[in-house]
């Protein structure tokens, strides 16, 4: 069985995943680095088998040698800490040769898409360039240094040719994960808590900007996918300089989200509008400023390497049809709504 050292076994992304690669493979041996035993306790009770290790991502010597003792490394944690990356690569390919390479499967995002409209300070706006991560390879892996994530990911395409990597780049995901951490996305989320508290609902500009999406499990089938190939040498997918994968199921305007978003809440009876206003970026920095270019530019993708190679197809419900479940689970979290009305909603109760 392979050994898989895994970093951010209690987030969103990587709770999921880890729980999907576990459901798929039980006796994989696994090693996940926590950072404290409240968090390794957590994710003991829910995946027993595995072994903990707790530090950081600062604890490179750590990782270092943890990565060493793995045969596929899945790096879910922070997507631009580049020293984490350095030391994991250095563990691989400290143990590993070409005739049997290690594997780095990194987590990476499509904000990295958004670099264009951030140099032409747009917001709000449409634009019409969608990347494909077949077609456009060279280009994905050559954005300007400006470009979010970019310094981790020429850190990972810089990996020597005893370590074969594969960078993972989802879009804005949503839905409930099932990992022994964190279970809450946060783009369409935080949209949905700040339009419950402000009482009404917003969009960066006019809201015409595109995204893609993709359900947190649809995602994680993707890692299985990948871990599986690299279990198997390389399997069918391809790695390093065409090692580039993007997670789509479709894409939205953000203004339709914003809309659904206060309809539902209207619906609810926790606004008193459904009506959606039109902020400026700086109306939208003073409500959460980090929030701003994810809701605010474009990032639009077409994921056809994982589906050509690998055969992966997202298979759950759409953003859209979720809108309500979302903001449910946000009254319910500021406390505008009892604990078990998103159950009773749901028909699960």
């Given at each position: 069985?392979?050994?898989l050292f895994v970093t ?5 992304i990587?709770?999921d995943?880890l729980?999907?690669?576990?459901e ?5 041996e696994i090693t ?6 409240t968090?390794?306790?957590?994710v003991?009770k829910?995946?027993?088998t ?8 600062d ?6 040698t ?34 049997k ?5 990194h ?8 670099v264009?409209?951030?140099?032409a ?19 994905l892996t050559?954005?300007?240094d400006?470009?979010s ?5 020429k850190?990972i ?20 994960g ?21 009482g ?6 006019d809201?015409?900007?595109?995204w ?7 995602l ?12 198997a040498?390389g399997?069918h ?12 199921a479709g894409?939205?305007?953000w203004?339709?989200v914003?809309?659904?978003i206060?309809?539902a809440a ?16 700086e ?6 400023a980090?929030e ?11 994921a056809?390497?994982?589906r050509e190679?690998?055969g ?8 859209m049809?979720?809108?309500p ?6 009254a ?6 009892p604990?078990?009305h ?7 109760a």
């Amino acid at each position: 069985m392979p050994k898989l050292f895994v970093t951010g076994a209690t987030g969103y992304i990587g709770g999921d995943a880890l729980f999907a690669i576990l459901e798929a493979h039980p006796k994989y041996e696994i090693t996940c680095l926590v950072r404290n035993s409240t968090k390794g306790a957590a994710v003991a009770k829910q995946h027993p088998t595995v072994r903990l290790v707790y530090g950081d991502l600062d604890s490179t010597n750590l990782l270092a040698t943890e990565a060493a003792a793995a045969e596929i490394v899945c790096h879910f944690a922070h997507a631009d800490h580049e020293p984490s990356v350095e030391a994991l690569v250095r563990g691989l390919a400290s143990t590993h040769s070409t005739s049997k390479p290690g594997y780095l499967i990194h987590t990476s995002g499509t904000g990295s898409l958004s670099v264009y409209d951030a140099q032409a300070e747009l917001y709000g706006s449409y634009a019409e360039k969608t990347f494909s991560d077949t077609s456009d390879i060279a280009e994905l892996t050559s954005l300007p240094d400006t470009a979010s994530h970019r310094n981790v990911e020429k850190a990972i395409l810089a990996s020597p040719p005893s370590v074969h990597t594969a960078i993972v780049s989802p879009p804005t995901i949503y839905g409930t994960g099932r990992g022994a951490g964190n279970r809450a996305s946060d783009q369409v989320n935080k949209l949905a808590a700040h339009t419950l508290t402000r009482g009404r609902g917003f969009t960066v500009g006019d809201g015409e900007n595109r995204w893609c999406e993709v359900h947190i499990a649809d995602l994680s089938r993707l890692y299985v996918a990948l871990v599986e190939a690299a279990a198997a040498r390389g399997g069918h997918a391809t790695w390093n300089a065409e090692g580039y994968y993007f997670a789509e199921a479709g894409e939205f305007a953000w203004e339709e989200v914003a809309n659904a978003i206060a309809r539902a809440a209207f619906d609810f009876g926790l606004i008193k509008t459904d009506d959606v206003q039109a902020l400026t970026k700086e109306e939208v920095d003073e409500i959460e400023a980090a929030e701003t270019p994810l809701w605010g530019r474009n990032s639009r993708c077409r994921a056809e390497r994982a589906r050509e190679l690998l055969g992966w197809r997202p298979v759950e419900k759409g953003l859209m049809e979720l809108v309500p479940e979302i903001v449910r689970g946000e009254a319910v979290r500021l406390g505008l709504l009892p604990e078990g009305h998103k159950a009773v909603a749901a028909g699960e109760a």
